[in-house]
């Protein structure tokens, strides 16, 4: 009876630990995140490139979106770290990302953190597309010529919160 209580526990527990085996990417020479499991890759041509992870139970996705500047749009090193220092320089970056996720999107938060040295743009936001609405918690940044966009979509009242922090926790940024 015991070992039958053993097993069923074993088995149970066994999709919720292989779910939570923690797979290491690096983005660039020096930045990587946690993704809660391995994620696609979508590579365009070396000037993007785009990590996705959407889980099983469709609660929420994780994607890590990392442009390099320099091959798209010719910007250097040199111009982006004057471009940082410019006080509208994160309200761009915000711009930039909510225009991309249409009209109806809204900032909830926006706050701007400092992770290894390099200032952070962090949102929160909703969407609504096709009647389904999705909550996006969002880290924005430039790092030498790439611009680097950490994005959590809850997709379902079921996301885990523990996994959406780990992700944004387990940025390194490497100087």
């Known amino acids: ?29 020096k930045i990587s995140v ?9 590579d365009m041509q070396g000037m993007a490139s785009i990590h996705t992870v959407m889980l099983p139970d469709s609660t929420a996705d994780f994607i890590a979106v ?43 938060s926006k706050e701007v953190k400092e992770i290894g040295g390099n200032r952070i743009l962090s949102l929160s936001a909703a969407t609504e597309r096709n009647g389904r609405k999705s909550e996006l918690t969002i880290y924005i940044f430039v790092h030498d010529v790439y ?9 379902a009242d079921g996301a885990s919160v523990d996994a959406r922090n780990a992700f944004f926790q387990s940025l390194q940024i490497a100087d």
């Open 147 to 155: 611009s680097i966009n950490m994005v959590h979509r809850k997709r």
């Open 66 to 108: 990392v442009s390099n500047l320099q091959k798209s749009h010719g910007l250097t090193a040199a111009m982006l770290e004057s471009a940082k220092s410019a006080p509208e320089f994160m309200d761009q970056l915000q711009a930039g990302f909510m225009g991309q996720l249409g009209p109806d999107a809204k900032v909830i």
């Open 1 to 29: 009876m015991i070992k039958r209580l053993i097993i069923r526990s074993f088995l149970f527990l066994s999709p919720v630990a292989a779910l939570s085996q923690e797979t290491r990417v690096r983005l660039t020479e």
């Open 34 to 42: 946690g993704f809660p499991e391995k994620p696609s890759l979508n």
